[in-house]
């Protein structure tokens, strides 16, 4: 319709060539933008994969995902070298665009995936290394260690049971093999739920301690969501939470079953005192 309506404006034959030159030009020109096209997908799994060995990299020293001042000096230094005619507003918005979703690639990557199988079942975590780098280097150096081979849960809270009414909480906690507590690695620093974005919802694998930058080997997992263990919260009296480092990913049956598990009215943790325990028979990567 187009092109009849057009070649009867032109006028005939004279009309007709007139748009078949506009047309070829206008193949041409996507032509060329289809080229672009394929040269920028392969540039971005270029760079994807330098993001990877990146990530790699990150992953042996515990460095963060994200720098915001990194991502300001690459979008400011991309301003610098525009030559036109993309406006650098455009630009920037466009490469912020590409940075967020490497940093995505970049977390995905970094995900690590432990199974534990214990006395009642196996359960899978995924930790997060993208968000709480220190914790969740940490918690893998105890894995690949085998720290928790012949580990043990040794306490489970519920309503039933609980030895806090002011704050009550729902969680199971793990400790490493008795033959290896002697052994633990150094108390880390705390990643606090403010800093991660991270927060104690129901699944959540987290670093159990006593005061700030005392988690070494024993973690737990919350059985709902736990508010009143992120930043902020009244569980702990310093108000400086726990640090949150993963999830569950498949096996939380396995989990309740834990925590519903038998307790006893004396041990380590009172009435919320695993009797007996249960073993972990061992625990590795996936």
């Not at 406006?87 to 912020?96: A, K, Q, V």
């Not at 052994?183 to 991660?196: F, H």
């Not at 939380?252 to 598990?261: L, P, S, Y």
């Amino acid at each position: 319709m187009r092109t009849a309506i057009l070649a009867l404006l032109l006028g005939g034959a004279v009309g007709q060539a007139a748009l078949d030159q506009h047309d070829r030009a206008l193949a041409e020109q996507r032509a060329k933008i289809d080229a672009v096209d394929a040269r920028i997908v392969a540039l971005l799994n270029e760079r994807a994969g330098i993001v990877r060995e990146v990530g790699r990299i990150k992953r042996q020293t515990g460095a963060a995902v994200s720098d915001p001042k990194r991502v300001e000096d690459v979008l400011n230094r991309i301003a610098s070298q525009n030559r036109g005619p993309l406006p650098n507003e455009n630009l920037r918005r466009m490469y912020d665009g590409i940075i967020r979703e490497m940093t995505a690639f970049e977390a995905s990557e970094m995900s690590t995936r432990v199974v534990f199988e214990t006395d009642l079942g196996a359960f899978t975590v995924e930790v997060d290394l993208a968000h709480a780098p220190v914790t969740a280097a940490n918690f893998l150096k105890y894995v690949d260690a085998k720290f928790f081979d012949g580990g043990y849960a040794n306490r489970a809270v519920r309503p039933d049971n609980t030895t806090r009414h002011d704050v009550e909480i729902q969680v199971i906690q793990f400790q490493v093999a008795r033959a290896r507590a002697r052994d633990q690695l150094p108390p880390i620093p705390l990643e606090r739920t403010s800093a991660t974005g991270l927060a104690h919802t129901d699944g959540v694998i987290s670093m159990a301690r006593e005061g700030p930058d005392t988690a070494r080997g024993s973690f737990f997992v919350a059985i709902g969501d736990q508010p009143a263990l992120d930043f902020g919260g009244r569980r702990n009296a310093d108000g400086q939470g726990f640090a949150a480092f993963g999830r569950v990913v498949s096996g939380m049956d396995v989990v309740r079953r834990i925590q519903q598990a038998h307790t006893g009215t004396s041990g380590a943790y009172g009435s919320e005192t695993l009797d007996p325990t249960i073993g972990i028979v061992r625990a590795f990567r996936q």
